[in-house]
């Protein structure tokens, strides 16, 4: 019954499979989604490169003095001090492997920094701070004597205006976000830590997002085209940088569960993306044990889920073959290998906080980078009459909730010991958020609150501050108050999506300020999208910051772009929107109570602001907007496509190497243009690239380039365009393909500021 699994070559032991009861399935199942079967499961031979070849080479040596027991040893999970802690084999001196969260810091331990959570990083638009954030994330895994961080996300990637999680990841454009992902993950792993982007794959809500006692989890069912332009895309740049890992998804793709999805895993993952690495069960989603094992999957989390013995039986009676558990346990040991885990890798440093220790302090010089990743995306949306910067006030008021850190932020002490619902973003909601609830939250070691950080300017220069934390109608402004600041914030979290982008108390809390003071500027922290049109044109209003989730170092960061230290530059990775119900049938989560939810993706790859251009819907801030304090002029837009890039398809002679088809990342066309900058202070300009394909959304990112700019000055921005980033899925030939005819490209300052504009033709 396609339904629940599907059918695997070899015939599953009944005892294996996880499928329900068949009395129990109501009749009228509706079945729009339809995962193709493929296997069997590709075998990894390292061919991507001479040190994958030699990682693998020596896993086969060692998997050959492997029993079957061992073998099947090293693909689960045991208790014990990590997240996740796999089998290890004491006779040959394999260690466990230690998984650990989250992609913004290491979660419930000491001495770790909160880092800026991946939404904040995408921000930045900044290639080199993305690079930088994951090598200074996998140094602190590494300090830790973590061998896996569970982390970079690309899944979700914000389909759903109200995702829980879209915050961890990085944008809902997957050019922007793939740019990430690839960065991100070659800094951590250039520390010597296995990089696990996930979820693998289409993991866009929260809602039933796992089996519960309403039925099975959700299935997400996309067409192929969108599965590759959109969700699959960013994953493709974290493979292409070497990415170790992978971690599948709870929900169901098509009708078939992300862990056992032979599509996602045999198919898209593993022969198109030539993957060499393992692939991780998201802890518990594991649904059977012989139909995953054929299906892809390499290690269950956090138990032996229905492997364990029942795997070596399986191998036993011929379900499983000898070839595909050895190809489970040579892809875990050679991705072991490949980041070279078996020369001095850290002791496991993780500790519970029953158990008194030695800390092992990994912060470094992490601080630092923090901060600038928190200013670099920290979003300027309104700046009426250069409100900002500050120009040294004497007396500032303070107002709001997200100024201050909680008086007893550390309710719980179970929170170092890595617990999980009492890690410090579920507790924000009185207090500054630095990032959002969940695995995918971090445990800082301090916090700088915007309110401690003004305070030391406001004291340097002599000055007075007033504050008012709690009240949603504050004391009028003491009449000498040059500004008020009031602190919102809009909280998300994994297991839950949102229910509101706005809040009655944080509007009426603006409102009442703005109504006693004519400059009432505005700072949100926000876990994705926060609308703001109940207040935004309000004329005391003069200046709106979107600081998203900025890590440890918020208020510095925060302090630095007021005070004009630092020049805004942060950019929108998401559209938002003047009223909630502009995002149509992509504002909620899909909610079925359905034993077979299903969620159906009609509306492909017009998601945030491709919907938004393809409806004809003007936005309050589009994605890619941001102001800063200079302006920046356009001209000399030059195009120049590379002469041999014209192939409508790559070379099918050349082998599939990891990240995809080689010639996919080669360079068909250059693209620059020069901007001057015609204010009277050095900024940085994100400039873009979009490109209006044939029979594809209206214009689509595919390019950015940040450029720093001193007055007067000018500078190229320029922009590199692969292969991929002009081709189509094309369904029928399975394969990335050029479009014949007119290709449309734009260079400006966001998705709807186009400053400059072209065509070239491919023919
Ligand atoms: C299947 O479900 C039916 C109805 O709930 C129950 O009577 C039966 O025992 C179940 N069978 C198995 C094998 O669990
Ligand atoms: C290695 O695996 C890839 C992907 O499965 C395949 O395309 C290639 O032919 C294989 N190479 C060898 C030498 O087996
Ligand atoms: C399996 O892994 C566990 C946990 O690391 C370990 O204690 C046990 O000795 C291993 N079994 C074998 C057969 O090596
Ligand atoms: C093996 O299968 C049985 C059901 O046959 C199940 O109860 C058990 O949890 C499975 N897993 C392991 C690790 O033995
Ligand atoms: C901005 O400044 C101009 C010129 O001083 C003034 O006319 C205008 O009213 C100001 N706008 C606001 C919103 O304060
Ligand atoms: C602050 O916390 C209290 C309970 O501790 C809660 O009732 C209140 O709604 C919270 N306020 C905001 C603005 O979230
Ligand atoms: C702006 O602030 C001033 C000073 O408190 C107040 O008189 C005025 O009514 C406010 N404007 C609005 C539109 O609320
Ligand atoms: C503050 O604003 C409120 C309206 O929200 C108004 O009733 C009150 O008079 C204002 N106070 C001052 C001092 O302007
Ligand atoms: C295109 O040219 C570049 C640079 O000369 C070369 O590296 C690449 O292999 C060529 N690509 C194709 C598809 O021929
Ligand atoms: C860039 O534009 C500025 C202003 O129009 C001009 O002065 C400068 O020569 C241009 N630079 C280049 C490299 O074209
Ligand atoms: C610099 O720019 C600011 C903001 O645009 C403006 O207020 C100021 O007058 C400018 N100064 C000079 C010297 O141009
Ligand atoms: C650029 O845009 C303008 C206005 O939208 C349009 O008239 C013009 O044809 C475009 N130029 C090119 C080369 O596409």
Redesign the pocket.
Known sequence: MRFIIEAAPIAALASLCAGQNSSTIPSEVPLYGDSPPVYPSPVGNGTSNEAWASSYSRARALVRQMTLEEKANITRGYTGKCVGNSGAIPRLDIPPLCFADAPDGIRGQEFVSAFPAGIHVAATFDRDLMYRYGHALGAEYRGKGINVALGPVAGPLGRVARGGRNWEGLSADPYLAGIGMGAITKGIQDTGVISTPKHWLLNEQEFRRRESDLGDAVSSNVDDRTIHELYAFPFANAFREGAACTMCSYQKANNSYGCQNSKLLNGLLKTEFGFEGFVVSDWGAHHSGVASANAGLDMVMPDGGYWGKNLTEAVNNGSVSTERIDDMATRILASWYQLKQDENFPAVGVYSNTVKHQPIEVQDDHPELIREIGSAGTVLVKN??NTLPLHNPKFLSVYGYDATVKSTPWQNPSRFGGGYEVNFGWNTLNGTMITGGGSGSNTPSYVISPFHAISDRIAKNRGTIRWDFESENPYPPYVNSEACLVFVNAYASESFDRTTLTDEFSDNLIQNVAANCTNTIVVIHSAGIRTVDTWISH?NI?AVLFAGLPGQESGNSLVDILYGDVAPSGKLPYTIAKQEGDYGALLNSSVSFDYFPQDDFEEGLYIDYRAFDKNNIEPRFEFGFGLTYTTFEYADLSISPIANGTAEYPNPDVAIVQGGHPQLWEAVLTVTANITNTGNLTAAEVAQLYVGIPDAPVRQLRGFDKVYIDPGKSVTASFTLARRDLSVWDVVSQQWRLQRGSYEVWVGASSRDLRLNGTFTVG
Do not use: D, E, R
């Open positions: 009426v009459n004329p003069t």
